[in-house]
């Protein structure tokens, strides 16, 4: 008995979705095909962007520009009835009437068509899956990590953050409080921490594949050792 208390066993695990569950990346190709498709989607509802290809893609990316200084700022995130009228697609001044009833549709459109995804097969272990746009908050900021938590009815010093970025990810879960966060490098990581600081929170591990964590899970937490019924108990969460 040496009177020094046991450090919380770790229970829960905590994944970020992009650059994590899924790489995720974009370029000229898959810009290229967003916007002819949203082009495609506007005029089959009626509204026509009335400009060339290249005038659409620059009013649409200055919004997109606009609604990330906007939403990265405050730590916060809209809903898609009001991201694409009063950002990404606010240049057109298209009928509000007309657009709003097809937000959801273009935001899903985005997604798939902007993006190129390498999903890692893993989203069915999971338990719960806290959104930021349901929220409306988003990473660092700490309500979306204290909100997720009550979701999982767990508290931050028995969780693992597991995210690819320290600006959003590993600084958000430490200063939540969260037992251990880990990064794992994705093809966007160094761009999206291009302007974190030198003296900012520090992972504490870094990783290269998702599997790589369980070995150092083992030997921290021996409790937590994940079997194949834990790995079907549901003790994960996914953040989008």
Not at 32 to 49: F, I, N, S
Not at 115 to 128: L, V
Not at 157 to 176: H, L, P
């Amino acid at each position: 008995m040496t009177g020094k208390e046991d450090p919380p066993m770790l229970n829960t695990v905590l994944f970020d979705m992009g650059g994590t569950l899924e790489d995720i990346w974009n370029n000229q190709e898959t810009q290229a095909k967003a916007m002819d498709a949203l082009q495609k989607t506007l005029r089959a509802h009626g509204l026509e962007p009335g400009c060339s290809p290249e005038e659409f893609d620059r009013r649409v990316m200055a919004g997109l520009k606009e609604y990330k200084r906007w939403s990265e700022g405050l730590e916060l995130e809209k809903k898609p009835e009001e991201i694409w009228p009063d950002y990404y697609l606010k240049e057109f001044g298209f009928d509000r009437e007309k657009l709003i009833p097809i937000t959801e549709e273009l935001a899903n459109l985005w997604e798939v068509t902007y993006y190129h995804r390498e999903e890692y097969g893993i989203r069915g272990c999971m338990e719960d899956v806290t959104v930021s746009s349901v929220t409306g908050y988003r990473k660092p900021h700490p309500e979306i990590f204290r909100i997720s938590l009550r979701q999982m009815q767990t508290t931050a010093e028995n969780c693992v953050y597991v995210g690819d970025t320290i600006s959003r990810d590993i600084i958000g879960a430490k200063q939540a409080g969260f037992g251990k966060a880990v990064q794992i490098v994705s093809a966007l990581s160094a761009q999206k921490d291009a302007a974190t600081a030198a003296d900012a929170e520090k992972p504490d591990l870094v990783i290269q594949n998702l599997l790589d964590m369980i070995p150092w899970l083992d030997q921290i937490n021996p409790d937590m050792h994940i079997d194949e019924a834990q790995q079907s108990s549901g003790m994960f969460v996914p953040f989008f």
